[in-house]
């Protein structure tokens, strides 16, 4: 896979579609070494993150784009993070024996797609999970609540990496298609997109699986763009985060320890943190009181 931690448009001459491809190694492999996965976890973590990547590379704010899946089921939560900046994170919280497959794993639960600008407003889009892919899902999403026609492919190879492919007919194309021709390209292009293989989808570089798919068209390739993985956590979130509980439990909560100990579980990284670093952010005026308490386990976003 020579296209490796990185994301590539393409474009249809003439045909009003739109396509991406990412190739996902170490940055993958970075998000998962930290943390027991099971190898059907590991599937999905992955899959989230090429999906992720795949989304995240429409958004043009300086934000985030995160995807992410609540159930009843051995997996509780799945959780992938794409920023402007093509970083990449990911966490899952699991237990049991973790069977393979969407439904086995999450159970009874809904897909929330979040776009989240740095300053400004957060959107957030749901849908139940009743299909049995999460690329399935996906493309429901799209399709019912976007009105955009979409098609995802997403495979993992455990240990190793994630790769997927997005088509997506361009918005407003319909306006002009009297004679049905859009439909029929658009599912000529899936229908070919559809005979590609997990294998290939992981094996063969961007340039040879779109000669593969589609050399008889006409397809335009943009310049790739690096990801990484990289956590958005950091001392100076961290005692904003601890700030917002509010001076009375921050005063209850160092009655009893030296420091407040705050784990992020995208990276494992550990804040110390004592009641006088706490105090600059004290004397902020939006500092409002919340029931939260801190824990080792509290997850940063």
């Excluded at 009003?16 to 996965?37: T, W």
């Excluded at 040879?208 to 790739?224: D, I, N, S």
């Amino acid at each position: 896979m020579k296209n490796s931690d990185q994301i590539q448009g393409f474009l249809f001459e003439n045909l009003n579609i739109r396509g991406q491809l990412v190739h996902l190694s170490e940055s993958f492999l970075q998000a998962i070494k930290l943390h027991d996965y099971p190898v059907s976890v590991q599937h999905l973590v992955g899959e989230f993150m090429a999906a992720a990547a795949l989304l995240g590379s429409a958004v043009k704010f300086p934000g985030t784009l995160s995807i992410q899946a609540q159930g009843t089921g051995d997996l509780s939560l799945v959780l992938a993070e794409c920023s402007s900046q093509n970083s990449l994170r990911a966490i899952a919280r699991w237990k049991g024996l973790c069977e393979e497959g969407l439904a086995e794993l999450l159970g009874a639960g809904q897909l929330s797609i979040i776009m989240a600008t740095d300053k400004g407003p957060r959107y957030q889009g749901v849908v139940p999970l009743e299909r049995p892919q999460f690329s399935q899902c996906l493309e429901d999403y799209f399709n019912k609540s976007e009105q955009i026609p979409t098609r995802i492919w997403l495979n993992t190879k455990p240990q190793s990496g994630a790769s997927g492919l997005l088509l997506q007919k361009m918005p407003g194309s319909d306006l002009d298609d009297i004679d049905g021709s859009e439909m029929e390209n658009w599912n000529r292009i899936c229908q070919l997109t559809d005979t590609l293989t997990h294998e290939e989808l992981q094996q063969l570089d961007n340039e040879q699986l779109l000669f593969r798919l589609y050399h008889e068209e006409t397809v335009r390739v943009f310049t790739p763009e690096p990801l990484i993985f990289q956590c958005s956590c950091s001392r100076e979130r961290t005692l904003e985060s601890l700030a917002s509980l509010g001076k009375d439990e921050l005063d209850s909560l160092f009655e009893k320890e030296e420091f407040a100990h705050v784990k992020c579980q995208f990276c494992n990284r550990e804040y110390n943190l004592s009641y006088e670093d706490l105090q600059p952010h004290l004397q902020e005026p939006d500092v409002t009181r919340t029931t939260e308490k801190p824990n080792p386990n509290r997850t940063l976003h």
